[in-house]
């Protein structure tokens, strides 16, 4: 997982998700999801998921909470399962 952080494959997922086309979005929210599963069971740091933590901190839920508005079905649909799964959506402005 820290190479993941230190190589910077975070990020480039993180800039997929703000291209046009909607399979290469599509892709990075599944291997986002991947990414926060594997961190939700192995990497956990004082009770938090380091990658959400991450995201977090690239301001990576405005962006995520657009893609539920996304026109592709599959987008939209991906991006709410991931939101409602690893996002406390709740307590967001």
């Known amino acids: 997982m820290e190479i993941i952080l230190k190589q910077g494959i975070?990020?480039?997922i993180c800039h997929?998700?703000?291209l046009t086309d909607a399979?290469?979005?599509a892709?990075?929210?599944e291997g986002l999801s991947n990414l926060l599963?594997?961190?939700k069971q192995y990497y956990m740091v004082d009770g938090k998921n380091i990658i959400l933590?991450?995201?977090e901190q690239l301001g990576m839920f405005d962006v995520l909470e657009n893609l539920q508005y996304h026109p592709v079905e599959i987008v939209y649909e991906k991006?709410?399962?991931l939101l409602e799964?690893?996002?406390d959506t709740e307590n967001q402005n």
Do not use: A, D, N, R
């Open 79 to 81: 991006t709410i399962k």
């Open 27 to 29: 892709v990075s929210i």
């Open 16 to 18: 997929c998700l703000k």
């Open 23 to 25: 399979k290469y979005i």
């Open 37 to 39: 599963s594997f961190g």
């Open 10 to 12: 975070l990020e480039l």
């Open 53 to 55: 933590q991450k995201l």
């Open 85 to 87: 799964s690893y996002f």
